[in-house]
């Protein structure tokens, strides 16, 4: 599993509260993703990070920031919950072995109400 | 922007038939990759094309990239209940970015 854990790995919360998703690695790899997958819709890039404090965005960053303040954590933020937020978030590592493949944490599962 | 579709979006079969899913991309790509994702899980790393043209094989599943390296599709000879779940093909975007197709949901019949 690449030494991916994100946590919590599973979430309810009410609309319109902050909610942190964290992701921790163990390897020191240099980037790392945040997706969101829903039916219909596949996995969509929502921020990525490339190294400490260096972050950007993906296809469906709104209504979401990250931060890196450590090589080994991730976090993902929802500022403000909104229903439409409810999904499961998936964060990956690139290992750059083979390539630029990614190795995917075990997902967390969100439900907003 | 970028984008990468595959079809069918489903697919269901009796164990024992084959099974392909095509991946289609707007853009040209300098290799494409393969995951599967169980029912509840998280996707997993299954090959990397790099070449146009190039086959490759794992057991029963065969890759192509094809040779505008703008399509590819993954065959599965005589699928088994093990071979259930949602195929994800995926290509380099701008600047470090993943992008995945839509992914082919396979149910099989015993």
């Given amino acids: 599993d690449a030494g991916i854990t994100q946590s919590p790995r599973h979430k309810v919360t009410e609309t319109g509260t902050p909610v942190t998703l964290r992701c921790h690695q163990t390897e020191n790899h240099r980037y790392m993703y945040w997706y969101r997958q829903d039916p219909g819709h596949g996995l969509r890039l929502i921020h990525y990070s490339y190294g400490v404090k260096d972050t950007d965005k993906g296809e469906v960053s709104d209504g979401y920031s990250v931060s890196r303040s450590k090589t080994e954590d991730f976090l993902l933020t929802l500022e403000s919950a909104t229903s439409s937020q409810t999904s499961v978030y998936f964060c990956a590592i690139r290992t750059g072995q083979p390539g630029n493949t990614i190795y995917f944490g075990e997902g967390s599962w969100l439900t907003v109400v | ?110």
């Fill in chain 2, 1 to 110: 922007g970028q984008q990468v579709m595959q079809i069918p979006q489903y697919q269901h079969v009796q164990e024992g038939e084959d099974f392909t899913t095509y991946c289609n991309s707007s853009t040209t790509l300098s290799n494409i990759q393969w995951y599967k994702q169980r029912p509840g899980g998280h996707p997993v790393f299954l090959i990397q094309l790099v070449k146009s043209g190039e086959v490759k094989k794992q057991k029963r599943l065969t890759f192509q990239f094809g040779e505008a390296k703008k399509n590819s599709s993954l065959h599965i000879t005589a699928t088994q209940t093990t071979d259930v779940g949602t195929y994800f093909c995926a290509g380099p975007g701008a600047t470090n970015k993943l992008i995945f197709g839509t992914g082919t949901l396979l149910a099989v019949q015993p």
